[in-house]
């Protein structure tokens, strides 16, 4: 079992600063790929970006030189650096992966951490 915790949103200024945090406990060996998606109120759930054990990232358009998304396996943490943040930044942020057992591929979720960010 895999399991994620997210940390550190809040409410925030446009052109402010966030830094989410997600702990990852349990069989991390099975694991690669920790990514963050986001879900604003009547949206569908996107994602935002991804790092792979190796350290390799990928980002949303949307938040390209924004956001930076940085990972330490010694301590089984992924952060989300979030500046110049815009309101339409605002969504609740989610912390995910995939766990491979078995030959089968699991999606674990964070529980969500809500960001707001007023203008």
């Known amino acids: 079992q895999v399991q994620l915790v997210e940390s550190g949103g809040g409410l925030v200024q446009a052109g402010g600063s966030l830094r989410l945090s997600c702990a990852a406990s349990?069989?991390?060996?099975?694991?690669?790929?920790i990514d963050w998606y986001r879900q604003a109120p009547g949206e569908q759930r996107e994602l935002v970006a991804a790092?792979?054990?190796?350290?390799?990232?990928r980002y949303a358009d949307s938040v390209k030189g924004r956001f930076t998304i940085s990972r330490d396996n010694a301590r089984n943490t992924v952060h989300l650096q979030m500046n110049s943040l815009k309101p339409e930044d605002t969504a609740v942020y989610y912390c995910?992966?995939?766990?491979?057992?078995?030959?089968?591929?699991?999606?674990?979720w964070g529980q969500g951490t809500q960001v707001t960010v007023s203008s």
């Open positions: 995910h992966t995939v766990r491979l057992a078995n030959l089968e591929a699991y999606d674990v």
């Open positions: 349990g069989t991390i060996n099975s694991i690669n790929v």
């Open positions: 790092v792979s054990r190796a350290g390799n990232t």
